[in-house]
Structures are given as structure tokens and as C-alpha cells.
């Protein structure tokens, strides 16, 4: 199978914003993922290999439009890169196990935690969730 086969297979199944967001390191509209303000219990998995990033509990809302994490599960469920695009110094985070992109990692989280702010698009991760409470 060629790459172009592979991509378009991939486009397919995931839709036109996740690929943009997971594979050209796009970024969704601040506020327009389900997921910024959602405060269910459960994991939240990669889009496109399910692999497990982050806990809902250690979701929390930064306002600042796109789900929040202090930490991702583990920490070899995601690697983290110099990203200097756009004019910036930040650090980009992607999926370990296949690549894709995430978001960012700030040090503006929580300081009675982690001190980190993993802003990730809700467009890479989907939800199982472990009931519909709320936290």
C-alpha cells in the first residue's frame, strides 16, 4: 500500500479535522471540542491508534478552550518535542505510540500538582467513558 493510500484510508476514518489536527499539526477552533468542558469520568485514548493518554482526573478547566490534563497517564503514553513553529518556543506532544499530534505542554497548569498544562485538541483523543458522573 502506498503512502497516499495510507493517508487517504486514514483521512477516511478519522474525518478532515482530526487528520488536519493528528497529522499536519492543525489546531481545532478554542471551545469548539466536546471535550473542553466535559467533566465525565473516564480515559480519554488517541483518535487514531486508541492507546491510552490521559485520566479525567487529572482533567481541569484553564479556560482556556481546549481539554486541560496536569499529566498525561503515564508518561511514556506521550514524548514530547521542541516545536519552534508559528514564531514561538513551545513544546509539542504527540501520541508515543504512532506520532500524532496532540497540542502543547505548558508550565501554566495547576502548582498544587504537576504545575503543567497539557492543552490538547479534542480532536486527537476520544472519550470512554466510565459512567456519565459527573467529577
Known amino acids: 500500500m502506498s503512502q497516499n493510500e495510507i493517508d487517504r484510508e486514514l483521512l477516511e476514518r478519522l474525518g478532515p479535522l482530526a487528520y488536519r489536527v493528528t497529522q499536519e499539526k492543525g489546531t481545532?477552533?478554542?471551545f469548539s471540542s466536546e471535550?473542553?468542558?466535559?467533566?465525565?469520568?473516564?480515559?480519554?485514548?488517541?483518535?487514531?491508534?486508541?492507546?491510552?493518554?490521559?485520566?479525567?482526573?487529572?482533567?481541569?478547566?484553564?479556560?482556556?478552550?481546549?481539554?486541560?490534563f496536569d499529566a498525561p497517564v503515564t508518561e511514556a503514553a506521550v514524548?514530547?518535542?521542541?516545536?519552534?513553529?508559528?514564531?514561538?518556543?513551545?513544546?509539542e506532544v504527540v501520541c508515543h505510540a504512532c506520532g500524532a499530534h496532540l497540542g502543547h505542554v505548558f508550565p501554566d497548569g495547576p502548582p498544587e500538582t504537576t504545575g503543567l498544562r497539557y492543552c490538547i485538541n479534542g480532536a486527537a483523543l476520544k472519550f470512554d467513558g466510565l459512567g456519565n458522573l459527573d467529577k
Open 35 to 68: 471535550f473542553a468542558e466535559s467533566w465525565r469520568s473516564g480515559q480519554y485514548h488517541c483518535v487514531v491508534c486508541d492507546t491510552v493518554l490521559f485520566e479525567s482526573d487529572n482533567q481541569f478547566n484553564a479556560g482556556c478552550g481546549w481539554p486541560s
Open 79 to 91: 514524548a514530547e518535542h521542541r516545536d519552534l513553529s508559528h514564531g514561538m518556543i513551545r513544546t
Open 28 to 30: 481545532e477552533r478554542p
